[in-house]
Each structure stands twice: as structure tokens, then as C-alpha cells.
């Protein structure tokens, strides 16, 4: 039995947050939630969420409020111009799961503040499959005393919470984290095509670098190529995993923020642009590995119509 009486609220009941709202009710706790769509309020409901009418009586009702929404213009929506904040009870803590801006978290922060509210960030990463089985990670930013009070509700949804600091630093390790990872998947895709042109076998690269320093979990785990590893996206054709939208929606941040900060970040950026034009070109519902066929084509298509080629007849595609 849950010792804890905290009514939480949870807004934002999609992929994300309809998962992370039901396994609160399984760890015992009373849930109010809404949604904007109403499908997603009954599948809530039928997990065990109270469902509210709208988003202010979930706050007039809750002592803890979770929001899991698209992005950032969503939460400050919400909390600044929706009356989110002015409908809770002074004090109430106000946790943001959803990824967004770092500046558009720490100006959430300060709207919470000044409406006499807690807040923290607390984006996630392990995608639907960690927020189904309670497996995500928690990056949090905010006061130790809320990260302490939070821990517990985090504990519900998720394996591992990590206070990274101060207000939006939650976020930011999460954007840097998904720099590293977009990085390296495009560095692993890359490695595979360079393999193929040279004639070596998937499997053989894969044995090499998986235990050498080529090492890293875009190869690992999430393999772009069929085969190495059987559990990896590649083998179901590129079905998410981790959407492509996504990782370009995540990379747009990460770059924007690199370059408010004067940060060069070239291969983030570039990162950040090839993605976009991936999930632009079609890819937006692949998984992020995926992008090892566009950076396949283009290698050939380059091979094709490339000067070289010219010299031996080759002709332009
Ligand atoms: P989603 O679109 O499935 O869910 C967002 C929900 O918010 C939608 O159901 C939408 O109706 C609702 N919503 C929007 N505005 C609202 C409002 N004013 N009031 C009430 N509800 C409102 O998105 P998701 O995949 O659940 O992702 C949520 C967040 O988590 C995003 O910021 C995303 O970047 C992040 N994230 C997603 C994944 C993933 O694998 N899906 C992984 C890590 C992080």
C-alpha cells in the first residue's frame, strides 16, 4: 500500500505520458489527468486516471502537476497564458517531463515561481518502451528539496533519476546526451556505407568496432544494419525506437542552444541539418537509425555522378 496521499495531476496523456499516468495508479497513487484529445483521456481513464475536464481543474485539484506535452510553446501556454498557475494551490510542485528549450524551461520556471509555485525540469529519455515498463531515466534541473519530494513519483515511472543541477539543467543534459547520440548514429551509418564500398561484411564490422573503440550504443544497441544485432529497429524496416521527428526536433534545440551560447558544435549542427532534411524527406516515422539508407543513397548517388565516374563514362543519375 502507498503510504503517499499526494494527488498528482498529469497533463499530457499521449505516447509519453499516457504510460507514465498509469503506472503512478499501479504504484498507488491518485491521478487526475487531461488531454486535449479525448481518446487519449478514455484509454487514461481506463488505466485508472481520474479524468478532468480540462487542464485547471486538474491543477485546482492536484498537490503535484506533471506535464508531458509536445514542446515548449505548449507548457508555457499553459502555465503562463491558460491559468495553470493561478489555479493551483500556493506551493504546488510543478514538474515538466517534456523536452523543450532551455530557455523556455527556465522561463516556465520563472512564471511558476513568481505564481508562488515549485517547479522542475524533468525531461526523460528510454522513449515509450522505458515509459510503458517504467524504465526511463529522469534528468532533473531545480532545488535539491524538490528533487527530493519529486524522487519517489519519479521512482514510479522511471529507473534512474539524476539531478543534474540548477533550473534547466535537466534539459540541457538532455539535449547534450541526444547530441552525442545523433552524432554517433550518423557516425556508425556512415562506418556501414564506407564498409560496403570497401567490401567488408556488416557482421565483420560490427564484430570489430562493437569490442574496439568504435564502441558506442548507436552501434551496440540500436544497430542500423539488419543482422549484428537482432533486437535493433533495422530488422522490423527502421519501425520506431526512437522517431526520427524526434531526434531532428531534439538536434533543433540542441543547435539552437549552441548557438545562442556561441558554441561551434559542428558536427552537432550538421547532425541537426541532417536530420531535419531526413524527417523532412519522409523519415519523420522511422526510427532514427534509418538515416543510414539516406546517407547510403546519397553515397551512391555521389559515386554515380561523381567526376571521377565522368572520366571512365560514367553517367550523371
Ligand atoms: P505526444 O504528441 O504523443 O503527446 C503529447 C500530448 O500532449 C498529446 O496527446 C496532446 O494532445 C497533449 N497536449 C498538447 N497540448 C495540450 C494541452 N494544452 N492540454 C492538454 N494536453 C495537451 O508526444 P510524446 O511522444 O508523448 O512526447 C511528449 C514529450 O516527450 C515531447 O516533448 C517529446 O519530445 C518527449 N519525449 C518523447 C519520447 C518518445 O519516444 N515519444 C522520448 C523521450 C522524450
Redesign the pocket.
Known amino acids: 500500500m502507498n503510504s503517499d496521499t499526494r494527488t498528482i495531476g498529469f497533463?499530457?496523456?499521449?505516447?509519453?505520458?499516457?504510460p507514465m499516468a498509469a503506472n503512478l495508479v499501479k504504484a498507488g497513487h491518485r491521478v487526475i489527468g487531461?488531454?486535449?484529445?479525448p481518446g487519449?483521456l478514455a484509454a487514461a481513464a481506463a488505466a485508472g486516471v481520474e479524468a478532468a475536464g480540462s487542464?485547471v481543474a486538474v491543477a485546482t485539484a492536484a498537490d503535484v502537476v506533471i506535464t508531458?506535452?509536445?514542446?515548449g510553446r505548449?507548457v508555457l501556454?499553459?502555465y503562463r497564458d491558460?491559468g495553470l498557475l493561478t489555479a493551483a494551490r500556493p506551493g504546488t510542485l510543478f514538474i515538466d517531463?517534456?523536452?523543450?528549450d532551455v530557455a523556455d524551461a527556465r522561463s516556465a520556471h520563472e512564471a511558476a515561481v513568481a505564481a508562488g509555485m515549485r517547479a522542475l525540469d524533468a525531461?526523460?529519455?528510454?522513449?515509450?518502451v522505458g515509459?510503458e515498463a517504467a524504465g526511463l531515466t529522469f534528468m532533473v534541473g531545480g532545488a535539491q528539496a524538490e528533487f527530493a519530494e519529486a524522487e519517489p513519483l519519479l521512482a514510479a515511472m522511471g529507473r534512474k533519476a539524476v539531478h543534474c543541477g540548477g533550473t534547466g539543467a535537466g534539459q540541457a543534459a538532455k539535449i547534450c546526451n541526444n547530441m552525442i547520440l545523433g552524432i554517433s548514429m550518423i557516425a556508425v551509418s556512415e562506418a556501414f556505407v564506407l564498409g560496403e564500398s570497401l567490401g567488408l561484411s556488416h557482421q565483420a564490422l560490427f564484430d570489430v568496432a562493437s569490442t574496439a573503440s568504435g564502441q558506442c550504443w548507436a552501434l551496440t544497441v540500436n544497430c542500423p544494419v539488419p543482422g549484428p544485432v537482432p533486437t535493433s529497429p533495422a530488422n522490423r524496416d527502421y519501425l520506431?525506437g526512437?522517431?526520427a521527428s524526434?531526434m531532428a526536433?531534439?538536434l533543433g534545440l540542441a543547435a539552437g542552444a549552441a548557438r545562442a551560447g556561441g558554441v561551434p558544435a559542428e558536427l552537432g549542427l550538421k547532425a541537426a541539418e541532417l536530420y531535419a532534411a531526413y524527417a523532412a524527406g519522409g523519415g519523420a516515422d522511422e526510427d532514427f537509425s534509418g538515416i543510414l539508407r539516406t546517407l547510403r543513397d546519397e553515397a551512391t548517388t555521389e559515386h554515380r555522378t561523381g567526376p571521377e565516374n565522368y572520366e571512365k563514362g560514367g553517367t550523371p543519375a
Open positions: 497533463i499530457g496523456l499521449g505516447h509519453m505520458g499516457g487531461f488531454d486535449l484529445v487519449l487542464s508531458m506535452l509536445p514542446a505548449h501556454a499553459l491558460e517531463c517534456s523536452t523543450i525531461p526523460v529519455s528510454g522513449g515509450v515509459a520506431p526512437f522517431a524526434l526536433k531534439d
